[in-house]
C-alpha cells in the first residue's frame, strides 16, 4: 500500500497561536487526501476531504474558516488549526486515497493546546 | 453511508485463530468491505478488502457472506502485536469517504 508521512509527529502550542499539520503521500500520487480527528477513547472522525487544485469538502460542523486545508500538489495536503484551542487538542491523522474506496493513513499527529 | 456493526471487544490466546466478525445488512451492490486496524498512538493501518470473493493477503483473510451481509476478518494464528481496534468499513470507489466506527477492541493473551 501507499506510505503517507505527517509532520510533525506531536506539538504542543500555546491558546491562540496557529499550527500547520503536513501530509505526504510518499510513493503515490494522491488527488483525494482525507484528514480525520481521533479524541481519546474515540474512533476517527472525518474532517474533510481534500481534493488537489481544489477547495476541500468539509463535514458538517467543522469550521473551513478555523481548520484550513491546502492541497497545492499530488504529494502533499496540509491542515493549519488557526488560533488554536485547548478543546482543538487531539490526534489528527490524513489518509490518501487508493483503488476501491482504500485509505491508507499516516502515523498521525498529536495536538496538544495549552 | 451504509454502516456496519461489529462487537466492541474479543480475546484471543496467542498463537490461536481469530475471527472478527462484522455485519453489513444494508450493504449496498457497490460497496467494497475493508478493514483496518489501528495500534494505540497510531493511524489506522490497512489490513484487506473485499468485494464478493473471499480474499487472503499476508495479513489476514476475509470471508464473505453469500448475501454479503456479513463478513468474517481471520487472524490465522494471532500474536502479541496484533492486539489493537479492529475496523470494518464499507467504501465504495476511489476517492469515496470513509466512516469510522467503534470498531473491536482485540486483546490477545499470551
Known amino acids: 500500500g501507499a506510505v503517507v508521512s505527517q509532520h510533525p509527529s506531536r506539538v504542543i502550542c500555546k491558546s491562540g497561536t496557529s499550527v500547520k499539520i503536513e501530509c505526504r503521500s510518499l510513493?503515490?500520487?494522491?488527488?483525494?487526501m482525507f484528514w480525520y480527528r481521533q479524541f481519546p477513547k474515540q474512533s476517527l472522525m472525518l474532517m474533510a476531504t481534500?481534493?488537489?487544485?481544489?477547495?476541500?469538502?468539509?463535514e458538517q460542523g467543522v469550521e473551513k474558516d478555523k481548520f484550513l486545508i491546502n492541497h497545492a500538489s499530488l504529494t502533499l495536503s496540509t491542515l493549519t488549526v488557526t488560533s488554536a484551542h485547548p478543546e482543538d487538542s487531539s490526534f489528527y491523522i490524513c489518509g490518501t486515497s487508493g483503488a476501491h474506496g482504500t485509505q491508507y493513513f499516516g502515523p498521525g499527529t498529536r495536538l496538544t493546546v495549552l | 453511508d451504509a454502516k456496519t456493526t461489529q462487537p466492541n471487544s474479543m480475546e484471543s490466546n496467542e498463537e490461536e485463530p481469530v475471527h472478527l466478525p462484522c455485519n453489513h445488512s444494508?450493504?449496498?451492490?457497490?460497496?467494497?468491505i475493508h478493514w483496518y486496524r489501528q495500534l494505540p498512538s497510531q493511524g489506522p493501518e490497512y489490513v484487506i478488502h473485499?468485494?464478493?470473493s473471499n480474499v487472503n493477503n499476508r495479513m489476514a483473510s476475509l470471508a464473505i457472506a453469500e448475501d454479503r451481509k456479513s463478513s468474517t476478518l481471520i487472524l490465522h494464528r494471532a500474536t502479541l502485536r496484533d492486539a489493537a481496534v479492529y475496523y470494518c468499513?464499507?467504501?465504495?470507489?476511489?476517492?469515496?469517504?470513509?466512516?469510522f466506527g467503534e470498531g473491536t477492541q482485540l486483546t490477545v493473551n499470551p
Open positions: 444494508t450493504i449496498s451492490g457497490t460497496d467494497y
Open positions: 510513493d503515490f500520487q494522491a488527488t483525494t
Open positions: 481534500s481534493n488537489e487544485g481544489s477547495k476541500a469538502t468539509y
Open positions: 468499513i464499507l467504501g465504495e470507489t476511489s476517492g469515496s469517504r470513509l466512516t
Open positions: 473485499g468485494l464478493t
